[in-house]
C-alpha cells in the first residue's frame, strides 16, 4: 500500500473516530437536555394544577369583597336617606358625605369588577398554557423515544468502529494513529531533503551536507526514489 | 330652583323617585317566602314581618317604604342615589334625567285588588 493511501486511511479512521466521540457526548448531552426538560415541564404541570383552587379562591374573595361593598354602598344611601329627612340645611352635610362615600365605593366595585374580568382571563390563558404543555410534553417524549432508538445504534456504530481500527492495524501494521503521524513525519522529512539539496546545489556548505545524511536514511528506508 | 329629598331608584321603566317621607330603608334582599296566589311575599326585616313586592326583576335591595301606614318592602329596584334632587314636573332630575314619582300606593292597590281585598272605607 502506498504511503500516501497508508495516511489517507489513517486520517479517515481518525476523523471517524473523533466523529463517534462527538456523537456521543452530544446523545449524552441531549439525554441530560430531555431529562431537565422533563423535570421542568413536572414543575410547571404541578403549578398548572394548583392554579385553578387558587383562581376560585380569589373568585371566592372577589365575591365576599363585592357583597361587602355592596353592604357599604347601602348604607351610604342609607345614611343620605337620613339626612334627606333632616331636611336642608340639617341634614345636608350627611348628604354629602353619603353621595361622596356612595362614589368612592361605586368606584371600588368597579375596579373589582376589572379583577374579576382578569381572573376570567387569566383563567382562559391558563388553559391555552395547558394546553401547550401537554403538546410539549408529547414532543419531548417522542425526542426521548428518537433519542432511545439512536443509543444501541450509536453503540453498535462504535464498535464497528472498534472493529475498523482493528483491522487497519493489522493491515497497516500498526494503529492507525501511529502510522498517521509517520506517514506525516516522513512526508516532512522529504520536504526538509529536498530543500536542503537545493541549498547544497547553491553552495550552502558543509553544515547542511553534515545534515543530508541522516535524513537520506530517514527517508530512504522509506521510500528512495525520492533521494535528493 | 326647588329641591325634593329622598331616594332615586332604577326600576323597570327607568329612573323613579320616591319622597324621603315615604321611604324608610334600604336592606339586602332578604329571603322572601312567597304568599300563594297573592303575587306578593313576606319577609323578615329587622326583626319585623314585611310584604314584598316585586316591582322589576334587578336583583339587590329591597326598599322598605311606609305606605298608608303599613310597611311594605318593594323588590325589583336598583337603588341609585339617596339625598336632595333637584325638582321637576312630576319627579326630579338626577344626573341630568327625569326621575318621576313611583306610586307605590297605586302599586299596592293593584295588589290588593288582584287578591280581592280593599283599602279603607269604600
Redesign the interface.
Given at each position: 500500500m502506498a504511503q500516501t493511501e497508508r495516511t489517507a486511511q489513517a486520517a479517515l479512521i481518525e476523523n471517524a473516530r473523533r466523529s463517534a466521540e462527538q456523537a456521543e457526548q452530544a446523545e449524552l448531552d441531549a439525554t441530560a437536555a430531555v431529562t431537565r426538560g422533563r423535570g421542568e415541564l413536572e414543575l410547571l404541570a404541578e403549578s398548572l394544577r394548583v392554579l385553578p383552587a387558587r383562581n376560585r379562591e380569589l373568585r371566592t374573595n372577589v365575591q365576599l369583597l363585592r357583597e361587602a361593598l355592596d353592604r357599604a354602598k347601602l348604607s351610604a344611601l342609607n345614611a343620605g336617606l337620613e339626612g334627606a329627612r333632616l331636611g336642608d340645611p340639617m341634614g345636608r352635610a350627611l348628604v354629602d358625605l353619603a353621595g361622596d362615600l356612595r362614589d368612592l365605593l361605586g368606584r371600588a366595585v368597579g375596579t373589582l369588577e376589572d379583577h374579576a374580568t382578569l381572573l376570567t382571563e387569566l383563567e382562559r390563558e391558563r388553559d391555552r398554557v395547558a394546553e401547550s404543555l401537554g403538546s410539549a410534553r408529547s414532543a419531548l417524549a417522542a425526542g426521548g423515544e428518537a433519542l432511545g432508538r439512536a443509543q444501541p445504534l450509536r453503540r453498535e456504530l462504535g464498535k464497528a468502529l472498534g472493529e475498523l481500527e482493528r483491522q487497519a492495524a493489522a493491515a497497516l501494521g500498526t494503529d492507525p494513529q501511529t502510522a498517521r503521524l509517520m506517514a506525516s513525519a516522513a512526508d516532512q522529512a522529504r520536504t526538509l531533503g529536498l530543500t536542503l539539496a537545493s541549498l547544497i546545489e547553491s553552495g550552502a556548505g558543509d553544515a547542511a551536507r553534515e545534515l543530508v545524511e541522516p535524513l537520506h536514511r530517514v527517508t530512504g528506508a522509506r521510500d528512495s526514489s525520492e533521494k535528493p | 330652583m326647588a329641591?325634593r329629598?329622598?331616594?332615586v331608584v332604577r326600576g323597570r321603566s327607568g329612573l323613579h323617585f320616591i319622597p324621603?317621607?315615604i321611604?324608610r330603608?334600604?336592606?339586602?334582599a332578604p329571603e322572601v317566602s312567597p304568599v300563594p296566589g297573592a303575587g306578593i311575599g313576606m319577609a323578615l326585616v329587622s326583626g319585623e314581618v314585611v310584604a314584598v313586592l316585586p316591582l322589576g326583576s334587578r336583583a339587590?335591595?329591597l326598599v322598605v317604604c311606609e305606605v298608608d301606614g303599613e310597611l311594605v318592602g318593594f323588590a325589583g329596584l336598583q337603588?341609585e342615589?339617596?339625598?336632595?334632587f333637584d325638582e321637576i314636573e312630576g319627579g326630579v332630575r338626577f344626573d341630568s334625567e327625569p326621575a318621576l314619582d313611583l306610586d307605590l300606593a297605586a302599586a299596592l292597590r293593584n295588589v290588593d285588588e288582584r287578591r280581592g281585598f280593599s283599602h279603607g272605607p269604600d
Open positions: - | 329641591q329629598a329622598g331616594l324621603a317621607t321611604a330603608s334600604l336592606v339586602a339587590g335591595a337603588p342615589a339617596s339625598g336632595f
